[in-house]
């Protein structure tokens, strides 16, 4: 299988029939309660994989949290088969089994209702270049996490005096404990993504591209402004 080529599951969305696939999109893994072997970490005694699936049917978004189920706990060997893209190759019964929903955006806007209105302008004015050009909505995306970043308290410059950058600033947040490492990973993935609309490149911004920083600032702003 191509590296390019889309990951599903299937039958995973509350809001649709059984057969429907829904897209792996994102995911990062947490992991807590270390073992050792002679001074040398073995495992994990517990591992939390943090996911965002795109349903085909009805576009909802999905963010599911997986936890295999062990007593002894989880081996370096087992890492791969459960941790990030991992949870998109499981069966669905061994999905089922081992995830729950956290939150769905089924008819929701991209950004939730309580959001500022400094990152709300941010995002309209994305909506108006849209139509013209991809890579131009795609900055706009960033710049209105940046106007997130910015809303949370995230600091302007370094203890240096330098500038701080984009990256600098999310991983503030998440080290003054403002987001959570989910938050802050899905930050980070929306800052790459639309790194493609803001340099020169023989790669554009494609479609989905596009739907992914959507979903990923949909689930920012419902995380950290929602209720």
């Given at each position: 299988m191509s590296e390019d080529e889309p990951l599903y599951q299937i039958g995973i969305c509350p809001n649709c029939?059984?057969?429907?696939?829904?897209?792996?999109l994102f995911a990062t893994e947490e992991s807590?309660?270390?073992?050792?072997?002679?001074?040398?970490?073995?495992?994990?005694?517990?591992?939390?994989?943090?996911?965002?699936?795109r349903c085909v049917r009805c576009e909802s978004i999905l963010f599911y949290c997986t936890m295999p189920e062990t007593t002894a706990g989880i081996r370096f060997d087992e890492l791969d088969y459960y941790a990030v893209e991992g949870v998109a190759r499981l069966t669905t019964a061994q999905f089922q089994e081992l995830s729950s929903l956290l939150h769905s955006t089924k008819d929701e806007s991209i950004l939730d209702?309580?959001?500022?209105?400094?990152?709300?302008?941010?995002?309209?004015?994305?909506?108006?270049?849209?139509?013209?050009?991809?890579?131009?909505?795609?900055?706009?995306?960033?710049?209105?996490?940046?106007?997130?970043?910015?809303?949370?308290?995230?600091?302007?410059?370094?203890?240096s005096g330098?500038?701080?950058?984009?990256?600098?600033?999310?991983?503030?947040?998440?080290?003054?404990?403002?987001?959570?490492?989910?938050?802050?990973?899905?930050?980070?993935?929306?800052?790459?993504?639309?790194?493609n609309g803001a340099h020169y490149s023989e790669s554009?911004?494609?479609d989905g591209d596009i739907r992914k920083l959507e979903h990923l600032l949909r689930l920012i702003t419902s995380y950290v402004y929602g209720s």
């Open positions: 029939p059984a057969q429907t696939q829904q897209q792996f807590s309660g270390p073992m050792t072997d002679l001074g040398k970490l073995v495992a994990y005694k517990q591992l939390e994989i943090f996911s965002l699936f209702s309580s959001t500022p209105e400094l990152v709300k302008r941010c995002y309209e004015i994305g909506t108006k270049v849209r139509p013209i050009s991809k890579d131009l909505y795609a900055l706009q995306l960033r710049k209105t996490l940046e106007a997130i970043c910015k809303d949370l308290g995230a600091p302007d410059q370094l203890e330098r500038r701080a950058m984009l990256w600098q600033q999310i991983d503030a947040l998440k080290e003054k404990n403002v987001v959570g490492s989910f938050i802050c990973d899905a930050a980070h993935k929306l800052k790459e993504i639309s790194n554009t911004v494609t």
